[in-house]
């Protein structure tokens, strides 16, 4: 039989790229799709030094050429697909009022529309093969921070989707879950954190999720036992959606204690 095969979306760096590492290191065939050609490549080359097959695919999720394109490639050099993973994905800040129409437009293209347009075309393959998707959500889906409101309204609406793809593929045998991790130190994140003016995590930081432990519960979702967790969350996120408030998880219990 030939060995499984994934795509993931923004798997140039950070989330992804953790992801694509651990699908690999679990016997994967893997094409790290991302934007960003040069990252793709270099995602790729990384995953062959591990001893895996893979092709980097250069792709915009928010646009469905380029998925035909994307999925066409994959489909030719590997003869089949088992797997989605949608994570690209962009984190801007801002409330109703101070989110501008175009800041909104693009952060639901490519959070929520980049992923049911991968969806969308690649369920004739997933279909054959049983496959599985899954969705890189955030806390953010359920538990509102302030600030954050094109963010928190994609994740959410991704949510409904992941629940609505899972319904709808019951008869075909695809699942489609998210994962939710928590505060990632990543390349995106650091730019965000230096953004505002804190180049790095707060001093003291602590239960960062790592990329690693968001590829971990990715391998295990797409394991057959994994495969019974269907259109639902599940959180890698040291208890953050649990709590009121990101401080008392991320911050050391001296500076969390004001919080409480
Ligand atoms: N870092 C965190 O703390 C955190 C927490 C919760 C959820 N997430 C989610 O995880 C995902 C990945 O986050 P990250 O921190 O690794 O981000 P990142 O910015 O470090 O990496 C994102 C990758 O996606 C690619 N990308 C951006 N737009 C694209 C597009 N239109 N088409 C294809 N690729 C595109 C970028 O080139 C980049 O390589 C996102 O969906 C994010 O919302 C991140």
């Known amino acids: ?35 960003d050609p040069d990252r793709a490549r270099s995602a790729a080359e990384d995953l062959k030094s591990r001893g895996a097959e893979a092709i980097p695919l250069t792709l915009d999720v928010t646009d469905v050429a380029s998925w ?36 909104w437009d693009r952060t639901m293209a490519i959070n929520l529309k980049g ?17 599985a998707i899954i969705n890189i959500g955030s806390t953010r889906a359920t538990r509102p921070r302030r600030g954050m409101v094109a963010y928190g309204a994609s994740k959410a609406g991704l949510l409904g989707l992941t629940r609505q793809v ?7 045998g695809v699942t489609c879950t998210m994962v939710a ?14 953004a505002h003016g804190r180049p790095e995590f707060p001093e003291g930081t602590r239960n960062l999720i790592t990329i690693e432990e968001v590829g971990a519960a990715v391998v295990y979702l797409v394991s057959p036992p994994g495969r019974r967790v269907n259109g639902d969350i599940v959180y890698v996120d040291s208890g ?21």
């Open 1 to 35: 039989m030939s060995k499984h095969v994934a795509i993931v979306t923004g798997g140039g760096q950070g989330i992804g790229l953790g992801i694509a590492r651990a699908l690999a290191e679990a016997g994967f065939q893997v094409a790290p799709a991302d934007i």
């Open 68 to 103: 035909s394109r994307a999925v066409a490639e994959v489909v030719d050099r590997f003869g089949r697909l088992d797997v989605l993973v949608n994570n690209a994905g962009i984190s801007p800040r801002g409330t109703a009022e101070s989110t501008d129409e175009a800041l």
């Open 115 to 131: 992923p049911w347009l991968g969806i969308k075309t690649a369920m004739p393959w997933l279909r054959q093969t049983r496959g």
């Open 166 to 172: 899972a319904v709808d593929g019951l008869d075909d």
């Open 181 to 194: 991790p928590g505060w990632v130190d990543t390349p995106g994140e650091r730019i965000i954190q230096a």
């Open 240 to 260: 953050l959606h649990a709590s009121d408030n990101a401080e008392t998880v991320h911050l050391p219990p001296q500076d969390a204690r004001g919080y409480t």
